[in-house]
């Protein structure tokens, strides 16, 4: 098995297999805090749009919550629900004001 050329680059030179594994475990918890920051930034500003099916605006949601939940972050899924249903009353006083006249 070979390192892609990219990626030997940015390894530091390690003889020793415990301070490599080391090293990959420092490196990959900043990975999953990064990760972390970008799912629950993703999630607290997702918004339906109407560009998709409200159906697949939650299936979104839910692949989000998922990911984060293999982080071992805890999403309230009842704050989730009430998101939703936010949106879903705005969508409808949007719909109302066009259909009106």
Do not use: Y
């Amino acid at each position: 098995m070979s390192i892609a050329s990219n990626i030997k680059v940015a390894l530091p030179k390690i003889d020793n297999v415990q301070e490599f594994k080391k090293f990959m475990e420092e490196r990959s918890q900043t990975f999953d805090k990064s990760l972390v920051g970008t799912l629950m930034s993703t999630l607290t500003t997702m918004k339906f749009d109407g560009s998709r099916t409200m159906h697949e605006h939650v299936m979104e949601m839910t692949n989000i919550v998922a990911r984060l939940k293999s982080l071992r972050i805890e999403v309230d899924e009842n704050s989730l629900g009430c998101s939703l249903c936010e949106e879903s009353r705005s969508l409808r006083e949007s719909c109302k004001e066009t259909w009106k006249g």
